[in-house]
């Protein structure tokens, strides 16, 4: 069965530093997500990606945060200037094209703690 | 009011039981709706998604209420692999996907 793969598993960086996460969504997949989760907290929407742009984003969103896809499978976060706040899980989702769009039906990856320290 | 709104639980339920988990809805422009389970420290994973006619998939039944903006899960004869937090998540007139805070099932033996 296709999946979402995310890397790495555990991302453990410096207040100040940049990081990138990194997502394999599946292959036939069309439109592109990220999601974080701060622990023992909800689900938060970041950011849509959708024809090598971004659809919708959300507040957290903000010029800190960037995506990116440089090739055909991968897809990208990346956080500048991390800050203890931005310690989360963060998930990429995938979810295939329909006639009218994206199906919305997400298949998330197992995704990426980040730690801030 | 918030955007979606779910009893946190936890629900503790005995195997065999049936189980119903509400949640509730601000944006009346609202499209999309699921269901998602997420294990602990897991990712969330797609339960199934829920149409204006209701659904069912197995043991599962998911039923739409636009005029009370209100969505429902039923899980019948709950086996102790139910146990899990529950998502409801809306999709609203913009491509943003909004999660509940998500409720706690405990399946007890």
Request: aromatic share 12%.
């Amino acid at each position: 069965e296709p999946e979402v793969t995310q890397t790495p598993s555990h991302q453990v960086t410096q207040m100040g530093q940049e990081v990138i996460l990194r997502c394999v969504p599946i292959s036939n997949h069309l439109y592109f997500y990220w999601y974080r989760q701060i622990l023992g907290q909800k689900v938060e929407f970041l950011v849509s990606f959708y024809n090598n742009e971004i659809s919708e984003k959300s507040e957290i969103f903000d010029d800190q945060f960037s995506v990116e896809r440089p090739d055909g499978s991968n897809f990208t976060l990346k956080i500048r200037s991390t800050k203890l706040e931005d310690s989360a899980m963060y998930f990429c989702a995938s979810s295939e094209p329909t006639y009218s769009g994206s199906s919305y039906e997400q298949y998330f990856g197992p995704g990426t703690r980040l730690t801030v320290t | 009011r918030k955007e979606v709104e779910q009893d946190p639980g936890p629900f503790n339920v005995p195997e065999g039981a049936t189980v119903a988990f509400n949640c509730t809805y601000s944006n009346s422009a609202s499209q999309s709706f699921f269901w998602y389970r997420q294990d602990c420290r897991k990712e969330p994973k797609l339960l199934m998604s829920v149409y204006s006619s209701g659904n069912e998939d197995g043991r599962f039944t998911a039923q739409l209420n636009r005029a009370s903006q209100y969505i429902s899960l039923l899980i019948r004869d709950s086996k102790l692999s139910d146990s899990a937090t529950y998502l409801c998540v809306v999709k609203g007139g913009d491509d943003k996907i909004i999660f509940g805070k998500g409720t706690r099932l405990h399946i007890l033996p």
